[in-house]
């Protein structure tokens, strides 16, 4: 007789890891990634890596503190691709003491303050980012110009010394190399009066988005049929997003193309296409059941347009999606699923 | 005909391949049986033989009476030794009554007179037959056959689509018995006087998907179909095969039957035509033994009864990297402490897997809500919130939320990237829901005693009134004085007791009955 | 100052309006719960623990609205949460004054020492108990609730509560319970 250890079924490996699952997202976002970093410069590749190292640095201290052991939940990726989306949002050149703060909102308060991995009601990198965006408004708000237009390209060493010492190259002050953001000059032309055309012969818009940012938001596009063809990430989170986008804005657009935004323009600007398939698609803050998933897509692009038009920041994603992941244990409690062999209405 | 999507399911690599390469082989007869008299857990047989009395091979050895009556058989001659309780197949190899037979060799075998024209013969004594053969369901649930023909129906489903992964008995047998297996399909079609009779395969076994149109073609019957599904895990689950086959939905708590429709499987089948027109009674089994455990994976006639142990041997015996030893399939099967239990007729496959095909032992993540579990379920739970439900202790709303309907298919633990066992919750919220229930009803009853005797008591006052009214006036009209009861017997019976309390007391006095 | 004061004032107001009126209706719309219904997720144990003398007085006390839903050891916090579930209040930890929640229980006779003097038959709420006068009793297991009413009863403290096997839970599942070697 021979003996064998026992365990309950199933028995075979499972084909996907909490790891595997982070390390995809970190994979689809490189082709954004080096878009960012072509247009604007190497600060993104900094700020990943500063944000990283605050992520992973707080995610050590607060498991030690909660006594948890440290090794499986360093290793799952979740705070790199935290970090990595909050870097994604800011300025190239956004102090480094931000991007500290930003973490600690993050990681902290948002996730091991609600139980760690897997328990946090919002999304931690849209809390870091919220959280700054409106503490320091200003500072979040200096763009530097996309490649094609910048006067004056800033190296490695410049780069570093403005985000880490504050100091510009000689010379250069923020008045002169920040410049306004597409969705910005947006909202402070159309508030002057200016029709869509004359708004759009400004030299930061490009084809049918941002200069720049449209490359930008097709390569997070790119990443995210990635995730789709991968299956990390399902399609109603981001058909939502997209759909309500182009359902919501084609009418104003049709009835009067001068006051409103061609629809394209909503998409591929600001950060509508990186919430749409690497922030609004994050299970642990989204919804679970497809409908769930079908109605907070289209409640984040709502909101999103909703603040872009009427609110007080020139893009609203992180606010929309923050509103929303509040919004998802009860969207999920409304559209449960039909179990097999149950009545339609039950 | 159209094949219908049932939610969720998973294809997973099917790795039958080792066990198909060698034809199904006969497995010798081992030194000693034990023949397990409840292949269910629910319902074991009363053995009907004693120790030292000779058997026959298709003798009756045990018998369950009653709606789900069928017999237990000796599946070899030789000697009973004897009839005890022995490990089983089955979660914790718990022991369960077996009768144990030490085979002679000459293998002589008792058969009923064959019934060659059941076309014509009465459903009764068909019913009849196959009770007295002891044919059960051969797919692994070993439910007796002729209570699920009990009622007409109208469809019969033959299933042969045996998706999970290794398990390749059904797909040897299609490829090499296939016309018994369409014969069986025939008879049992008219037992339930079924109209339609869908044979059902996997898209993945062109080679039994071949035999059995070969077989059809050569012995045609009304209303035979048949029907390659996808091979999708659990599109062998009768469920699902169900609703693939014809769009319904078997009712949450119902049965086949509730929509016409009874499933049996194709090994069923096969002995249930054998147990006609042969007079064959159970006594063997097709056995997938397979694994990277085992050293040359096959399929094997296997006598019920056969140790593992001996089985294994006869696959060439353990590999070197054998970790676990699985009675069933690796999503749903049971992993035993050890190899010296009984196949039985629910054993349809010996699984030995090597430690790289394990789940790792790492500690479990939390849930990060992604919702596999939910897409891939079967039976279109939300797992993760049936996770949360029995975290917290509530099993009233694991309840609502459908707990029950879980059909333990396994994919939602596999499927979970933070590699929780879903499964293991899942089976204890079950047996939690079912204890409630029974406690339920135990209350229930309770209920109705208490207001019994609170009747009766009620009764018996009244009446005690009445007759000490009638002795009173009695009384009062003789003018008799009543002696005052004394109180000291009962004290004195009182210390008695307390004082010696593990000598039973010669009697104790009056305690006054009410 | 003053309009401030008075905005306020009114929005309080139109809000105290609203949740007066949201409530009524909500009030309005949930039946009133029937005692049977109550009575229906009592264990039956007829222990009067909770200080009602057996199920159903506590459970018309409930229905009334008289008694607290935490009075009943013997269904536990489960029965509390399906108490407060039915009833639309919050559950709270049994009271300590009523008794503590054990693990389910049958009562024992320890048939040597029994004298037959019935006390616990008349005691037992449910008949489960069986024995006549000066003949040893015994108690019918499955039709014990485990009210423990027979144990003072018995004058020669001969009966004793056992364990029931088989109805405490499984350990919960997770990383230590996955991999056992096996013990034969």
Known sequence: ?346 | MRIHRFHGGMRLDLRKQAALARPIRPCPLPPQLAIPLAARADMAARAVVAPGRRVRRGEVIGRIEGAHGTTVHASTSGTVLAVEARPLADADARAGPCVVIEPDGADDEQRLPPIEDWRDAPRAALLERLRETGIVGLGGGAFPSAAKLAGAQPTLIVNGAECEPYVACDEALLRERAEEVVAGAALLAHVLGAARTFIAVEEAMPQALAALESALHAAPFEGAALAAVPTRYPEGGERQLIQALTGREVPSGGLPQDLGIVCHNVATAAAAWRAVARGEALTARIVTVTGAGVVEPGNFEVRLGTPLAWLVEQAGGYTARAARLLAGGPMTGVALPHDDVPASAATHCVLVLAEHDLRDAAPELPCIRCAECARVCPARLQPLQLLADLRADDTAEARAHALADCIECGLCAYACPSHIPLVDWFRRGKAELRAQAAARANADAARERYRAREARLAREREERLQRSAARRAELAAAQAPTPPISKDAVLAAIARGRARKRVPPPGGESGGDA | MFAALLTLVLVGAAFALALRCAERRLRAARAPVTADAIDALLPQTQCGQCGYGGCRPYAEALARGEADLNRCPPGGMAGVRALANLLGRAPKPIDPACGREKPPAVALIDEDVCIGCTKCIQACPVDAIVGASRLMHTVVGDLCTGCELCVPACPVDCIAMAPVEGRTPPPRPGAAARTQVAAS
């Open chain 1, 1 to 346: 007789m021979r003996t064998f250890p026992t365990a309950g079924a199933p028995h075979l490996p499972p084909p996907t890891r909490v790891r595997g699952v982070m390390a995809a997202v970190l994979l689809a976002l490189l082709p954004g990634i080096a878009a960012c970093a072509g247009f604007f410069g190497p600060g993104v590749l900094v700020q990943i890596a500063l944000a990283c190292a605050f992520a992973l640095g707080f995610e050590a201290m607060m498991l030690r503190l909660r006594g948890v052991p440290a090794a499986p939940f360093l290793g799952d990726l979740s705070a790199p691709v935290t970090a990595t989306l909050y870097a994604l949002c800011i300025p190239p050149l956004t102090p480094w003491w931000i991007t500290l703060l930003a973490m600690a909102a993050a990681i902290v308060l948002a996730k091991h303050l609600y139980g760690g991995l897997g328990h946090n009601l919002f999304n931690p990198a849209m809390v870091g980012y919220a959280t700054v965006l409106v503490c320091f408004p200003r500072a979040l708000s200096e763009w530097l110009p996309p490649a094609p237009l910048a006067t004056q390209a800033l190296g490695f060493g410049d780069t570093l010394s403005a985000i880490f010492l504050g100091h510009l190259p000689a010379g250069l002050g923020w008045d002169t190399l920040a410049q306004a953001t597409p969705l910005d000059t947006l909202r402070t032309l159309a508030r002057q009066g200016a029709t869509m055309p004359e708004i759009h012969a400004n030299p930061v818009f490009g084809d049918f988005g941002g200069e720049g940012w449209e490359w930008i938001a097709g390569g997070y596009a790119l990443g995210g049929l990635f995730l789709l063809w991968r299956r990390v990430i399902r399609w109603h989170v981001p058909a939502a997003v997209l759909g309500a986008t182009v359902l919501l804005t084609v009418p104003p657009w049709l009835a009067d193309p001068d006051v409103h935004p061609f629809p394209l323009q909503h998409l591929f600007s600001g950060g509508l296409m990186l919430a749409a398939w690497f922030v609004a698609t994050d299970p642990v803050t989204g919804c679970t059941t497809p409908r769930g998933r079908l109605l907070f897509g289209a409640g984040v692009a709502a909101l999103t347009l909703a603040i872009r038009r009427w609110g007080g920041y020139p893009d609203g994603v992180a606010f929309a999606v923050l509103i929303m992941n509040g919004a998802a244990p009860l969207l999920d409690r409304l559209t449960p699923p039909r179990p097999y062999g149950h009545a339609r209405h039950g």
